[in-house]
């Protein structure tokens, strides 16, 4: 069975080759009686839906992909980590994070082999950063200090600095925020990060003391405002905080005007 459009299409994210990768699977089906390459098939047939959008039909594969072996450990988790995914995709972060948790905990006698960590690493790096989307900040800074410890990729290490650093200015940890977003800029800030990147850090500047510093980058702010998409009241009303503490109270003054409803 030749798996590479198949492979391709679940790798790439790529709807284009993701249904041409459903006809492909719905050929091998056809003509394969192999439990073990239908339940391949079936969830390489639930994944290529769920990149098109079609969830309501990835979840139906997802479920005659277990009826091939229901009582099968390892097709069982893979059939629950491929429910949070869905969910994921889906926008359902809440529902998602629990699913992931379950999977967790049901599984964790599997999962602390060495064959799956790769599925201990996704897993914890979904929770990590799903936790910092729901705002549950407490929850996410261990999480997170966890993934840190794993061998990530530059820019996923990146983002979750960045994360943390988030969590740590919602947690008032201003030096730890710090810390971390300079951590992340000494990686590379990802395009997506940038957005908010220099205010987070000139608010951790502006709580550690580092006026001048919080200066810079709530000025790089105001530059950048629309393409960050930032709203500028915010921005001018740090500056003009900022510039109060540093004792420049016209352009306090002046950026107070700014921040104030027309």
Not at 18 to 42: C, F, H, M, Q
Not at 153 to 181: F, H, I, M, P, T
């Amino acid at each position: 069975m030749n798996n590479s459009v198949i492979q391709n299409a679940i790798e790439l994210r790529d709807p284009t080759l993701a249904r041409k990768a459903l006809r492909e699977i719905d050929v091998l089906l056809g003509s394969t009686p192999d439990p073990n390459e239908r339940v391949y098939l079936l969830f390489s047939k639930s994944s290529c839906h769920g990149i098109l959008g079609n969830f309501e039909e990835a979840r139906e594969q997802l479920c005659l992909a277990l009826q091939q072996e229901p009582e099968d450990p390892d097709i069982r988790l893979t059939f629950e980590f491929n429910g949070g995914l869905l969910c994921q995709q889906e926008g359902n972060y809440r529902e998602a994070l629990e699913k992931f948790s379950a999977v967790l905990s049901g599984h964790a006698e599997r999962l602390s082999r060495p064959e799956l960590r790769f599925m201990y690493e996704d897993i914890q790096q979904r929770r990590a950063f799903l936790s910092v989307t729901l705002c549950q900040f407490q929850d996410a800074v261990r999480l997170l200090q966890e993934i840190l410890s794993f061998d990530l990729q530059a820019d996923v290490r990146s983002d979750a600095l960045a994360s943390l650093a988030l969590c740590y200015l919602e947690l008032q940890e201003w030096e730890l925020a710090k810390n971390s977003l300079l951590q992340a800029r000494a990686i590379g800030v990802t395009k997506e990060r940038e957005k908010t990147f220099h205010l987070y850090l000139g608010i951790a500047y502006f709580y550690t003391e580092s006026l001048t510093e919080a200066k810079r980058e709530f000025e790089i702010c105001e530059e950048h405002a629309i393409e960050y998409q930032l709203p500028t009241v915010d921005v001018y009303a740090w500056l003009s905080s900022v510039f109060k503490r540093l004792g420049e109270m016209a352009e306090s003054e002046r950026y107070a005007q700014l921040a104030r409803p027309s």
